[in-house]
């Protein structure tokens, strides 16, 4: 197994203080398992990218519900300090909810013979699931780890991991905790 890890969205726009944001005390709560999971991958030798929402002023997703934020090149589309990062880690900016939809992720995984994607950050039940799936549907093994995941409440997170615990392309689409990931890695 050659795993990467992906990291998705735990930008500083989701982190703000006396935000509004559902999912802030939720994210908060995993910041301790993704620094976790992203030294142990680290120590093993797998690399960690961190993909990040990165919309444009007036991008169509804004025309739902959802207010402006995370806009490209601003500092709250950059990952939070409350995160280790290291010099070798990439930041990949993305526009929709996959990271690897419209971006080079792809690409990036097959240089460094990956065939395993390991997937954590927010939101679980979005951006979450769809990288893991859309990982599984170019045909990599693909992992959403509970532990270092949230979503804007504790019953979706469950509610979503559960739909996925028992399926039928087990050992190929599992949902793992971060001691599971680095025991087996």
């Known amino acids: 197994m050659r795993p990467a890890i992906i990291v998705v969205d735990m930008i500083k726009d989701n982190f703000l203080p006396n935000t509004r944001?559902?999912?802030?005390p939720h994210a908060l709560a995993i910041v301790p398992?993704?620094?976790?999971?992203?030294a142990g991958a680290r120590q093993r030798g797998w690399p960690v990218v961190f993909?990040?929402?990165?919309f444009l002023p007036g991008d169509f997703i804004f025309q739902g519900k959802m207010k402006?934020?995370?806009l490209r090149d601003?500092?709250?589309?950059?990952v939070t300090e409350l995160l280790e990062r290291q010099p070798t880690d990439v930041y990949l900016p993305k526009r929709r909810f996959s990271a690897f939809?419209?971006?080079?992720?792809?690409?990036?995984?097959?240089?460094?013979?990956?065939?395993?994607v390991i997937v954590c950050g927010i939101a679980t039940h979005f951006c979450v699931l769809t990288t893991a799936l859309d990982a599984l549907c170019l045909d990599f093994r693909a992992f959403i780890v509970e532990d270092a995941s949230a979503a804007y409440s504790a019953e979706m997170h469950q509610q979503t991991l559960g739909l996925f615990r028992k399926n039928p392309l087990y050992p190929l689409f599992q949902v793992l905790t971060v001691d599971q990931i680095l025991h087996q890695g």
Do not use: I
């Not at 944001?21 to 802030?24: I, K």
């Not at 939809?101 to 395993?116: A, E, G, H, I, P």
């Open 74 to 78: 601003q500092p709250g589309s950059q």
């Open 68 to 70: 402006e934020c995370a």
């Open 51 to 54: 993909a990040c929402d990165s």
């Open 33 to 38: 398992q993704v620094n976790q999971l992203t």
């Open 21 to 24: 944001n559902p999912v802030t």
């Open 101 to 116: 939809f419209k971006t080079d992720l792809d690409q990036t995984l097959r240089l460094w013979n990956v065939d395993t």
